[in-house]
C-alpha cells in the first residue's frame, strides 16, 4: 500500500529516470537557435569539428547535446522532420546502451538517427539491426540522407553482395542489416584462411530495431551454417574398388582401435592403384595434396576390414542401419560420421548419401554480447524487462507520448467455440466498415486469416490479407490501412516498421498511382498537393467514425505480441479502439488456460453465439499469458547456457585462428605441438615409476613412425643403462626437430610458413567441426543424467570441457602428423572455402527464413543478378504479359522475374 502510495506522490522509478533526461533535452534546445543559423555548408562542416574535439580528448556524452541539435536540423532540412523532444529523450536512452520502449507511431526509425550520427564519429562503425531485408534498404536510404548530408557514409547488408561488397558496407561509417546477415557473416568469416578475405571490422556499437523481436522471439533458435562433407559418390566408389583389391598382406589390423593400416608393400601397390584410377597427385601417397584421398581411403580401409555386415550395422530398405553395439538395437537415421557412413554405403552398393555437417553455429544471444555497446528500440519491451537485464544486462526505459494516447482498450469478448467467434467478428467487422471506420484484423497464423476471410468473403466485405511473405508489397498495404472503410487481416509478422496513418499515406499513394511522376517536378507537386488535400478530407471522416479499430482474433501466447498489434491503433493522439475476441478453442485457454472452472462455466452458462465480457477472465488470460513467458524464458535461457559453454570454446578456437592468420610465422606453435606430442607419446609407452622392461616399446616405435615419420633404434636406446623417460623424450625431439629443419630446407622461408598456417588452419577447422558434432549428441542426451539425480547443465559442462581437452589434443598430433608425412613440389595453395547451407528457424512458423550461400563468391546459390535486395515476383498471375496489367501493382516485382519492379519492366508501357 505504501509503495503504491509513493509511486502516486513521486512517480515510478521509470518517471523519474525520464524527467532526469529533460534538463538533458533543456541544453539540446538552448543549441537549437544557433545551429538553425548556420548555413548547410557550415552545418555539415560540424562533423569534422566534432571529431577534431574528440581527437582532443572530449567524449560522446559531452559532444552529446550539440551533436543531437546538428541532427535535428539536418533532418528538419532534409526530411521536413523535427523530432520532438520525446524522441530526443529517446536517443540518449540508446546512447546509454539501453533499451527505448516508444509506442508505434512515435518515429523509432528518426530517433535511430541521433545515437547513430554520435556513435559513427568516432569512426569505428555504427550497426544498425532490423528484422527483414526491406527494412534495412528502406531505412538506410531515408535516413541516409540525413547521415550523407552531414558526411558520414552509409552501408547496407542484404543477399547476393559479394564479399568486397559486404566488405565496404562494413567499412561505412553507418552500416544497417538484418541480424541474420550480421550472424553469418561473423561465423563465415571465422571460417576464412585469410585476414584480409573477412568482411567484418571489430565491433563498437549497435541499434537494433524491434529489439524484442530480434533478441527475444528469434533467440530460440541459433543462427548454423553446415556443409556437405567433402565426400563425393563417385570419389568413394572408386576408393572402395582399389580396397577391394587389398589383401590382408598389405595391411595391419589393430581390432582394440578398430583400425587398420597400410604396410610399406601395401602403400606402394595403393599408390599404384590410386595413380591408375586418376586419384594420386605426384609419386608419394602421403604427399600434401593427397590429403583427402587419405583420409578416404583411411575410412573404406576401416567399412571394409573392420566394420561387419548385421554386427555392426545391418541393411534395411536400400538404407544402412547402425547397430548400437551395446544394446543391439537399430538406430534408425543415426549415421557414422566423417565419411565413415558413406564408406559403408558404397562397400554395401546402396546409395551414397550426402551428409550435412554443422561447421559452425552461434545464438543471437552470444552473438550481441559481444558487442561493447548496445542499444534497442520497440514498442514493447517492458513484460520482457527481467529477461533483457538478466541475458544482456540491458535496461528498459519506457519513454511517454509526444502527444497523450486516446486509444480506448476494451475487455475481451469470449465466446463457446471458434465456429462463434468468428462469426461475431464477420459481424464486428462489418458493422465498423459500414460506418467508415478502418480496421486492422491481427491473427496468430495464416491459417486462421484464410479462414477469417472465407468469412467476409460470404458476407461480401471487402478486404486485403497479409501473408508476412513479401515485406515490400506488405508495406504499401499496411501504409494504407487507416483509410476509410479499409480492412487489413495480418499475421503478427505483417506491418513492422510502417507506420498506420488515418486517411493514408502520402508517399506511398504518390508511389503507387503516380509512379512515373518525378518528385520536385511541378507535376509531382500539383498531384501531392491533390492527393494530400483527399487524405486531409478522409482522415477527418475517419476520426469522426472513432479512428482505426484494431481486431485481435485471438490472445498470442506473449503479451507483447498483443501489445504490438494494439499499438497500430491511436498514433500521435489520433482516436483509436481495441478489443480481442477469444474461445475455449484458441490454443492459448485450450493449452495453457485454467481448465476446470473456466471450461465449466463457459460450457455451462453460454449459450450458443452468446459472449461474456469480464475483467477477471480477462485477468486470468493474462495470468496464463504470464506462464507461457516463463516457459519461454525457461526454454531461451537453456538455450545460452548451453550455448555458453560452446561460447567459452568458440572463442579460444576464433582466438587461436586469428593469432594464426596475423603472426607473420608459426613455427614456435608448431614447435611447441610437436614437443607436446612427442611428450605424449613418450608417457604413455613408459608410465611415470615404471622400469625399462616394463615401458610398452613397440606401441612407441610404432607411434614414432606413425606421428613423426621417423624409423629410429628406440630398442637400442631402452638398452643403455640408465636410461630413463626424460632421456627418450629429449633423444626423440632432437631427431623429430632435425627431420623438420631438413624439410624445410626443401621450400623457402615464406612458402614453408605457408604451409605451415595452412595445415594449422585445416587441422583446427576439421577438428573443431567434428567437435560442434558430438557436443550436438552430447546436447541431445544429457538430459538423460538427471535420472542419476544430477544437473544435466553441470554434467555437459564437465563433459564438454573433457572434449574440448581431447579435441586439442587430437590437433597437435594431426599437426604433427601431417607435417612429418607430407611431401612438397611446390607451396600448396589455401583451399578455397566450401559451399554451405545458412539456417536459422523461424520460432513462430517453423520455417527456414535464411538461404543457401556459396561461400566461394558469397552469393545466394539461386543466384540474382542483381546485387541489392529484391523481393520475389508474383507467382499466381499467369505467365502472359498481357494479362499483368491490373492484376500487378506498379511497384511490386515484375512476374517475368527480373528482379526490376513491374513498373520499370513489362510495366513500363501499360
Given amino acids: 500500500m505504501f509503495a503504491g502510495i509513493a509511486k502516486a506522490i513521486f512517480g515510478s522509478s521509470n518517471d523519474r529516470y525520464v524527467k532526469s533526461l529533460r534538463t538533458v533535452v533543456e541544453k539540446i534546445n538552448a543549441f537549437e537557435p544557433a545551429i538553425s543559423a548556420k548555413s548547410d555548408e557550415e552545418l555539415q562542416q560540424q562533423t569534422v569539428l566534432f571529431r577534431k574535439r574528440l581527437s582532443q580528448g572530449e567524449t560522446l556524452d559531452s559532444l552529446l547535446p550539440e551533436a543531437f541539435a546538428t541532427v535535428r536540423e539536418a533532418a528538419k532540412r532534409v526530411l521536413g522532420q523535427r523530432h520532438y523532444d520525446v524522441q530526443l529523450i529517446g536517443g540518449m536512452v540508446l546512447q546509454r546502451g539501453e533499451i527505448a520502449e516508444m509506442r508505434t507511431g512515435e518515429g523509432k526509425t528518426l530517433v535511430a538517427t541521433l545515437a547513430c550520427y554520435l556513435n559513427a564519429l568516432p569512426g569505428k562503425g555504427v550497426h544498425v539491426v532490423t528484422v527483414n531485408d526491406y527494412l534495412a534498404t528502406r531505412d538506410a536510404e531515408w535516413m541516409g540522407q ?274 462463434d467467434k468468428f462469426a461475431a467478428i464477420a459481424v464486428a467487422i462489418r458493422e465498423a466498415s459500414e460506418r467508415g471506420q478502418p480496421v486492422l484484423v491481427g491473427t496468430v497464423s495464416i491459417e486462421k486469416s484464410e479462414l477469417l476471410s472465407e468469412f467476409l468473403h460470404r458476407d461480401g466485405v471487402k478486404h486485403e490479407v497479409l ?126 488456460g485454467p481448465q476446470t472452472m473456466f471450461a465449466k462455466m463457459m460450457n455451462k452458462n453460454l449459450a450458443d453465439g452468446e459472449a461474456i465480457v469480464s475483467p477477471w477472465i480477462s485477468k486470468a488470460i493474462e495470468t496464463a499469458q504470464k506462464k507461457v513467458e516463463a516457459r519461454n524464458y525457461d526454454v531461451r535461457k537453456q538455450v545460452v547456457e548451453y550455448d555458453d559453454v560452446m561460447n567459452d570454446q568458440r572463442k579460444v578456437i576464433y582466438e587461436q585462428r586469428a593469432d594464426i592468420m596475423d603472426a607473420a610465422t608459426v613455427d614456435d606453435v608448431v614447435t611447441d605441438m610437436r614437443r607436446e606430442a612427442v611428450n605424449t607419446i613418450v608417457a604413455d609407452a613408459c608410465p611415470p615409476a615404471s622400469y625399462p622392461e616394463q615401458w610398452d616399446v613397440a606401441a612407441l616405435k610404432a607411434r614414432t613412425s606413425e606421428l613423426l615419420n621417423l624409423d629410429l633404434d628406440i630398442d637400442a636406446w631402452v638398452a643403455e643403462e640408465g636410461i630413463d623417460p626424460e632421456a627418450l623424450e629429449e633423444r626423440l625431439q632432437a631427431a623429430a626437430d632435425a627431420a623438420m629443419a631438413e624439410k624445410t630446407g626443401l621450400l623457402d622461408p615464406s612458402s614453408w610458413e ?54 586439442l589434443t587430437a590437433i597437435r598430433e594431426d599437426v604433427t602428423r601431417v607435417l612429418a608425412h607430407a611431401t612438397f613440389g611446390q607451396a600448396p595453395e589455401l583451399p578455397p572455402m566450401p559451399d554451405f547451407i545458412t539456417t536459422h528457424i523461424d520460432p513462430f512458423t517453423g520455417d527456414d527464413d535464411t538461404r543457401d550461400f556459396d561461400a566461394g563468391l558469397g552469393l545466394v546459390t539461386t543466384r540474382i543478378p542483381q546485387a541489392t535486395f529484391q523481393p520475389e515476383p508474383a507467382t499466381d498471375v499467369g505467365t502472359d504479359p498481357a494479362e499483368w496489367e491490373g492484376r500487378v501493382s506498379r511497384n511490386a516485382p515484375c512476374p517475368c522475374g527480373s528482379g526490376a519492379k513491374y513498373k520499370h519492366c513489362h510495366g513500363a508501357s501499360a
Fill in 146 to 419: 540525413v547521415y550523407r548530408f552531414l558526411g558520414l557514409t552509409v552501408g547496407i547488408i542484404v543477399p547476393n553482395l559479394s564479399d568486397q561488397q559486404r566488405r565496404d558496407a562494413y567499412a561505412a561509417d553507418i552500416t544497417y542489416a538484418t541480424n541474420n546477415e550480421l550472424g553469418f557473416d561473423y561465423l563465415r568469416d571465422n571460417m576464412k584462411y585469410d585476414r584480409s578475405q573477412m568482411v567484418q571490422r571489430p565491433f563498437n556499437y549497435a541499434i537494433i530495431d524491434e529489439v524484442d523481436s530480434i533478441l527475444i522471439d528469434e533467440a530460440r533458435t541459433p543462427l548454423i551454417i553446415s556443409g556437405p562433407t567433402d565426400d563425393r559418390s563417385e570419389l568413394y566408389m572408386k576408393v572402395h574398388a582399389i580396397v577391394q583389391q587389398i589383401v590382408p598382406e598389405d595391411y595391419e589390423l589393430d581390432e582394440k582401435a578398430r583400425s587398420a593400416t597400410l604396410t610399406e608393400d601395401g602403400t606402394e601397390k595403393v599408390e599404384r592403384l590410386l595413380e591408375a584410377a586418376g586419384l594420386l597427385e605426384g609419386a608419394n601417397l602421403y604427399d600434401f595434396e593427397n590429403t583427402q584421398v587419405v583420409h578416404h581411403l583411411n575410412q573404406a580401409m576401416r567399412a571394409n576390414i573392420v566394420f561387419k555386415r548385421d554386427v555392426d550395422y545391418l541393411v534395411k530398405d536400400g538404407k544402412v542401419v547402425i547397430i548400437d553395439e551395446f544394446t543391439g538395437r537399430m538406430m534408425d537415421g543415426r549415421r557414422w560420421s566423417d565419411g565413415l557412413h558413406q564408406a559403408v554405403e558404397a562397400k554395401e552398393g546402396v546409395r551414397i548419401e550426402p551428409e550435412n555437417q554443422t561447421l559452425a553455429s552461434i545464438t543471437f544471444q552470444n552473438y550481441f554480447r559481444m558487442y561493447p555497446k548496445i542499444g534497442g528500440m520497440t514498442g514493447t519491451a517492458a513484460t520482457e524487462a527481467a529477461e533483457f537485464f538478466d541475458i544482456y544486462k540491458l535496461n528498459v526505459v519506457t519513454i511517454p507520448t509526444n502527444i497523450p494516447v486516446k486509444r480506448i482498450d476494451q475487455d475481451d469478448e469470449f465466446y463457446k467455440n471458434l465456429q
Fill in 754 to 807: 605457408q604451409v605451415e598456417k595452412s595445415v594449422l588452419l585445416q587441422s583446427l577447422d576439421h577438428h573443431w567441426k567434428e567437435h560442434l558434432s558430438t557436443l550436438d549428441a552430447l546436447r541431445q542426451v544429457i538430459h538423460l543424467r538427471a535420472y542419476a539425480q544430477r544437473t544435466p547443465i553441470n554434467e555437459y559442462k564437465q563433459e564438454a570441457f573433457a572434449l574440448f581437452e581431447r579435441m
Fill in 467 to 592: 501473408n508476412a511473405r513479401y515485406h515490400e508489397q506488405e508495406a504499401h498495404i499496411v501504409a494504407q490501412a487507416g483509410r476509410l472503410k479499409a480492412v487489413t487481416i495480418a499475421t503478427n509478422m505483417a506491418g513492422r516498421g510502417t507506420d498506420i496513418q488515418l486517411g493514408g499515406n502520402l508517399e506511398f499513394r504518390m508511389n503507387d498511382e503516380f509512379p512515373a511522376l518525378v518528385e520536385g517536378t511541378p507535376e509531382y507537386d500539383a498531384k501531392a498537393a491533390e492527393i494530400r488535400a483527399e487524405i486531409a478530407a478522409e482522415k477527418q471522416a475517419v476520426l469522426d467514425a472513432g479512428g482505426l479499430f484494431v481486431l485481435g482474433t485471438e490472445r498470442h501466447e506473449s503479451r507483447r505480441i498483443d501489445n504490438q498489434l494494439r499499438g497500430r491503433s491511436g498514433r500521435q493522439g489520433d482516436p483509436g479502439l481495441s478489443r480481442f475476441y477469444l474461445s475455449l478453442d484458441d490454443d492459448l485457454l485450450r493449452i495453457f
